[in-house]
């Protein structure tokens, strides 16, 4: 590489964008099949759902090859008015796109210019700091409280100071804690009409399991400010590969901000078939859920067995844990048997691993292997 065009090349970049951290997307597959030597792979690093789609996604698919020609419906018409049809949105107040993160991006282009203030949580989902500082907004964090959940108090005080975009997933990643519905109409009371509430409710229909668990939608319709609840097919509904998130916004304005800012055929002939053919049968999509809420629920008994374990109460598919030690050399050791978990990386978190809820053979093979790890260790 000649030293003198990469000096100018990033001379020519924004400043923001070189500092940004790199999204952590984690190990693939066949990375971690090579490096180890592993033919046996459990996946339990990115929430994804493991009995996969409705068989009905497969029969929406099949005849792709024919339309692969045409470009797809810019505006996800079918799609907007199943969802508006669910949930009882009008659906010029849907937004749909290439996965919620690429909402996410377009919220905060279509908002964000250098130096506004966004609020959100540590650690969090990384696209909720990182898309906010590709745009040069301040982004300020705000700390768990000492039994790994929100500090609904520290988040009164600061919505109140008015931030433009406030972002908070509900359950959140990787925690997986939530704001009851009691904490979430404090969280109300205390914002700003001029503040833009970004809701990202990525693990909905599981929180749907969890006690306490507010109607968001409900709560936020009828409210004078803007807000946007955002949900996915990438996770409950098993279409992580294909890319479709949706957004359930205040008002048809905001939606067409967004349409401004985007990718205009941003969601493709395959994810609109196959996010229409997953809504349409809801029933799959409940079953393998509750599998996992219940998996969810042995995993913890089996893991609070395990000395010097704490396990941060989680509303997902995934648990955060904090195994007392650095995660570096666990994690290492989990990937030498093929599990490939989250270690996560931010001070002050260099003890915690986030597992995804796997099958029930994948969680007791990762069960097993941390109990050995651990034991190993002390
Ligand atoms: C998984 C996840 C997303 C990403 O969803 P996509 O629709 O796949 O882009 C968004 N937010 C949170 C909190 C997530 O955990």
Redesign the pocket.
Known sequence: MNAAVVSATLALARPEVAPLPAYNAGLSSEAVRQRYGVTEIARLA??ENPYGASPAVARALVDLAARVGTYPDANCTALRAAIGERTGVAPECIAV????????QMLCQAFLSQGDRVLTQRP??G??EIYPRMMGAQVELLALTPGLGFDVDAWCEALARGPKIAML?NP???VGCMFTAQEFERLLAAAPAHTLLVV????YEYACHADGYPDVLALLQGRAMPWIV??????AWGL?GL???YGLASDAALVQLLDRVRTPFNVNHAAQAAALAAWGDEAFMRQGVAETVRLRGVLVQRLQALRGVRIAPSA?NFLFLDIGRPNGPVNEALLAQGLITKPWKEPGFESFIRVSIGTEAENTRFADALAVILEVAA
């Open positions: 990115s929430n796109g290439n996965g919620s993160e690429d909402i996410l969090a989902f696209l909720h997933a959140s990643n990787p990202d409710e990525a693990y955002l949900r996915t097919f990438s996770k992580a890319r479709v998130g997902t």
